[in-house]
Structure formats: structure tokens, C-alpha cells
């Protein structure tokens, strides 16, 4: 079942972008946007601000992703340093094993942790370019 609420921040000066469209795609979601909005260190936060282009591997094509948060903040050295932030289960960010598993499902899976490798690769390459940071947060990152 699909989850979606906006989210209205406290801070608004702090947002970039809309802060009337701020759009949670799960609970997880919401609590990053949360916590960015009322932690100090955070100078500024975005939700789907910034697009990145990838080539899809199944179907070599061109496509845009665009990444859950992005993050301006003070680190504990005093430094201003940006992270691209992607909120997402921990099983799709390993690759999927057959086990017993129907195949459609196996096949859902792994349809999914290639889009999102290559979504991924193109994250880290797009943020090295501008000495940013791709950081996805799963699960065990979050809680």
C-alpha cells in the first residue's frame, strides 16, 4: 500500500524549493524531513529539488532521477559540506537472491535493484563532480 502525506515545515526559510509541496513518499520519508527541517546543523534542505540524469539498463535509454533530499549543513568541524540523501529499504539495495521465491517477484526484484544501481551510480558520480556526498539511508541507518 502506497503512502503519501505533504509535510509543512517549522523552519521554512530553511527549505529550498516549495515549501507548500513537500511530498512524503513513506514514513520514513517524513521523519528524515523531520529531522532536517529542526536540526541545527542543517542549514538548508530541499525534497526532490535536483534532477540527475541515467541510462537505464533496460532500455539503454535516458531517464531523470531525482533524489529524495538534498542537504546543506555544518559538520562537526565547523565545515559547510552538502549530502544527496536516498531513503529506501535495505532490501533493495542489495542485490535480490532467488531462494523460493515466485519468479515474477524474483524478477520484480532484480528490475528494481538495477534501475536502482544505475540511478545510484550516476548519484555518486554527479556529486563527486561537485564535492557533494550520496548517502541512501535504509532502515538501519534510520532507526
Known amino acids: 500500500m502506497a503512502y503519501k502525506t505533504m509535510y509543512k515545515p517549522i ?21 528524515v524531513c ?24 533496460l532500455d539503454n535509454k535516458r531517464h ?3 533524489p529524495d533530499f538534498i542537504v546543506e549543513l555544518i559538520t562537526q568541524d565547523g565545515k ?6 536516498e531513503v ?11 531462494g523460493n521465491k515466485r519468479k ?4 520484480q ?5 538495477v534501475v536502482n544501481d544505475a540511478k545510484w551510480k ?8 561537485k564535492g557533494w556526498e550520496f548517502v541512501i539511508l535504509t532502515e538501519k541507518e534510520l532507526f
Open 34 to 57: 523531520k529531522y532536517l527541517d529542526t536540526n541545527e546543523n542543517v542549514l538548508r534542505w530541499g525534497s526532490e529539488e535536483i534532477t540527475i540524469p541515467y541510462v537505464s539498463p
Open 80 to 85: 559547510k559540506k552538502t549530502k544527496v540523501l
Open 122 to 129: 550516476a548519484a555518486k558520480e554527479f556529486c563527486r563532480v
Open 11 to 31: 523552519n521554512e526559510s530553511k527549505y529550498v524549493g516549495d515549501s507548500a509541496n513537500i511530498i512524503c513518499r513513506s514514513l520514513w520519508e517524513r521523519r
Open 104 to 107: 515474477k517477484t524474483y524478477m
Open 64 to 66: 531523470r532521477y531525482f
Open 88 to 98: 529506501k529499504p535495505y532490501k533493495q539495495t542489495i542485490r535480490p537472491e532467488k
Open 109 to 113: 526484484e532484480c528490475t528494481t535493484y
